[in-house]
């Protein structure tokens, strides 16, 4: 019995590594023999599903296509079966046919994406030649879940249209069919309203001459974009073909700074101390008694209806600073007439008056956790549950339909480990803590279940834009693998565990995502030092290079590297388009934490003494007022201090947010005088002392961030 199991599972694994679909279908077999689609070959198709079939040309080159021909040996017909669930499949290959029964338009091309995982990876730069074969199979599939999402936020950084099809593309290849459209936010407006254009023609762009204030980089430029209402409807049906339906998001009634310098009467009626933030008025929320606003939104959802075929238009609700109501006289007023027990009730009254415009031009709500704190808003809302687990267990047990997306599993804008880019207010985590994500485990009864409507991915754009935002390789960076994960926890009913998901990533999928040109992200290097040798590996048969810090100087790593300073050498991998982070042994990350003491020009809060600079802990600073030109913040060695590299950085550890924009960084190698070495970049400085270092200060010369304070961190030295 033993020994057949053995030969089952060797069975088992010898096929599964033919194919390695992700997302992983529900059943797959296998059998002997191929098919062939040759340049005699015609994609026969049901009339319902010609975009799909022309879909299916932008990667084959078919002889013909006809629509419900009589089917010959040698087509690949594409049908469909109403009995079938609306995005199930059946694909079948024999060798006659291909074939490719859905129960829907989406179960069509689901299984038409499968059909691409069974080809040649290199299908997917779009030149692939015929002929090609297919191993005889037959799977049959059909997803988890109906909502199989990713949000991309536009508005924080900008991305034109053509990228973000590309992104639709590399969604539809993973089966994921809801692009959740983040397209306002405190950092601009990117939707074309043509009763209102200068909300984008004004509201797309900030920095340079834009009133729009800049935020987290381009600081000295204006920078932005939006999209026409042609554009729009573009992208919608460039999405609906890929078997993606598209979702706006008006982010409101909070974080519409933009919206709230473009057109300041939708703010509150009072005054902020602008004399802390250097004359900036920083308000980012609707007043919810003004009536004019509901004439303005309803203006902004009548056009939105127009473009977007979605049932659902998301308008926000998140992380609103309640303490402008508190302090507006109207809404008070709205407070007291409408009998609301508190400023949560008022946004529940915002988002019912919203509702009802939603409602007017068909469209229905969904809004973010905090929306339905108030506890008054109708248990249609659709709600997606961000913050925490606990806020989607919230959401759930009140019976909400419930997008499920917590930042600590689902947030791509995280960092991927501790030395990459990226937040951490949620977690660090990479792929393999994305397809670990188990309801049952975060506490997900089969009651919690009935109101999950479905998962969702997510990415914040702030960070973006200081990684080069015109290039895809940050993005695809921190989207690739996860993305790839999380499509497997939306879509599969068995879950594989990391190591066959990593296989399946390695063998196959790495190889698809090269010829997509995808800038992925490769697993980590082992990098080890003993008896003197700095010694690296990889598991995926990628190239490696190593770099002296020093010298700035790469080669190719072949063999283990002599060295008495390991400290001063990176390592990176490389295959196909795919990257590693840069990484080095356990010397390279050592850091020091000499005895400093921390002063500054700044006030600081109570709450947060300058002290905390001195602790190394994470613990931070924050000042009561904006700097200005003159301010300054020294930290002190106790001792006079060797190293390799100081790295001096305001702002919030992990929002770089608050930051002392203008001045520059100076070293102290006799504690007395200082030179200038650097200029502030975003908010920060690194240092490569030539001597032991005394003292470092930061000198501002101008304005810093567009908040009332700054934040002061500790150093980080190496
Ligand atoms: C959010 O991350 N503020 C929805
Ligand atoms: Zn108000």
Not at 18 to 30: C, D, M, N
Not at 203 to 227: H, L, N, Q, T
Not at 268 to 295: F, H, M, Q, T
Not at 430 to 436: F, G, N, P, T
Request: net charge neutral.
């Amino acid at each position: 019995m033993k020994k057949l199991f053995i030969l089952a599972c060797s069975l088992l694994s010898v096929i599964s590594t033919t194919a390695q679909i992700v997302p992983l279908p529900k059943s797959e077999s296998y059998t002997e023999g191929e098919f062939t689609i040759t340049d005699k070959s015609c994609l026969v198709y049901n009339s319902r599903v010609r975009d799909a079939a022309t879909y299916l040309l932008n990667y084959l080159p078919f002889k013909q296509i006809l629509s419900s021909q009589k089917v010959m040996d040698g087509d690949v017909v594409l049908s469909v079966n109403t009995f079938m669930e609306p995005e199930a499949y059946r694909l079948t290959v024999d060798n006659k046919n291909i074939t490719i029964v859905g129960g829907g338009y989406g179960g069509v091309f689901n299984g038409i994406q499968t059909l691409l995982q069974l080809l040649p990876a290199d299908v997917y730069n779009g030149k692939k030649k015929l002929p090609v074969t297919v191993p005889c199979c037959t799977i049959e599939d059909n997803p988890k879940f109906d909502y199989r999402g990713f949000m991309l936020d536009v508005a924080r950084t900008w991305i034109s249209a053509d990228r973000v099809k590309r992104y639709i593309d590399l969604m539809a290849h993973l089966k994921l069919n809801k692009l959740h459209f983040h397209l306002t936010d405190d950092e601009g407006w990117r939707i074309e309203i043509k009763s209102h254009p200068e909300l984008a023609t004004v509201g797309g762009f900030r920095g340079g001459d834009s009133p729009v204030y800049p935020r987290y980089a381009k600081f000295d430029e204006k920078w932005g974009g939006y999209y026409t209402q042609e554009e729009l409807r573009d992208i919608v049906a460039y999405a609906a073909q890929r078997n993606i339906e598209v979702i706006p998001e008006v982010d409101m009634p909070g974080h519409s700074l933009a919206l709230g310098t473009i057109c300041p009467e939708i703010l509150c009626n009072n005054s902020p101390d602008l004399s802390i933030s250097n004359g900036l008025d920083i308000r980012n929320v609707w007043c919810a008694a003004k009536e004019s606003n509901y004439a303005l939104i309803d203006d902004i959802i009548r056009e939105l209806s127009t473009i977007f075929t979605s049932d659902y238009i998301h308008i926000g609700g998140d992380e609103v600073n309640m303490s402008q109501w508190k302090s507006c006289p109207d809404c008070q007023r709205l407070k007291a007439e409408k009998g609301l027990k508190n400023e949560k009730q008022i946004e529940d009254y915002f988002i019912a008056r919203t509702t009802e415009v939603l409602a007017k031009y068909g469209k229905k709500p969904a809004v973010w956790n905090e929306g339905i704190d108030g506890g008054l808003l109708p248990k249609s809302t659709r709600v997606h549950g961000w913050a925490s687990i606990k806020a989607c267990l919230n959401a759930t047990s009140k019976g909400y339909p419930t997008i499920i997306m917590p930042g600590h599993y689902f947030y791509f804008d995280m960092k991927q480990s501790a030395s990459e880019p990226g937040h951490t207010w949620a977690a660090i985590f990479d792929a393999k803590k994305v397809l670990s994500f188990d309801f049952e485990k975060q506490g997900f009864t089969a009651e919690h279940l009935k109101s999950v409507a479905g998962i969702e991915a997510s990415f914040f754009s702030e960070l973006f834009i200081a990684n080069n935002p015109e290039s895809n390789d940050y993005l695809d960076y921190m989207l690739f693998p996860r993305l790839v994960a999380l499509s497997e926890v939306a879509w599969s009913h068995t879950r594989r565990s990391w190591e066959e998901f990593y296989t399946a990533l390695k063998d196959a999928h790495y190889a698809r995502m090269d010829a997509m040109g995808v800038t992925y992200r490769l697993q980590t290097p082992q990098v080890v030092y003993s008896d003197g040798k700095l010694t690296a590996s990889t598991a995926d048969g990628s190239t490696l290079y190593y770099t002296d810090t020093r010298t700035g100087k790469r080669s190719r790593y072949s063999k283990p590297i002599a060295t008495t300073t390991p400290y001063a050498y990176e390592f990176i991998s490389k295959k196909g388009s795919g990257i590693s982070k840069k990484t080095g042994s356990k010397e390279y990350f050592a850091q020091l934490k000499p005895t400093v003491a921390v002063t500054t020009s700044l006030p600081c809060s109570s709450k947060t003494p300058i002290t905390n600079a001195a602790k190394y802990n994470g613990s931070i600073v924050r000042t009561t007022r904006a700097a200005k030109a003159g301010d300054w913040i020294e930290y002190r060695f106790a001792e006079p201090l060797n190293c390799r590299e100081i790295e001096i950085q305001t702002g919030h550890i992990h929002l770089r947010r608050c930051f002392l924009l203008n001045g520059y960084a100076e070293v102290s190698y006799d504690g007395k005088n200082f030179t200038r070495v650097a200029d502030l970049f975003e908010g920060g400085a690194i240092i490569q002392p030539s001597a032991a270092v005394h003292a470092v200060r930061v000198q501002a010369t101008g304005r810093s961030d567009a908040e009332n304070q700054v934040v002061i961190q500790s150093l980080k030295i190496k």
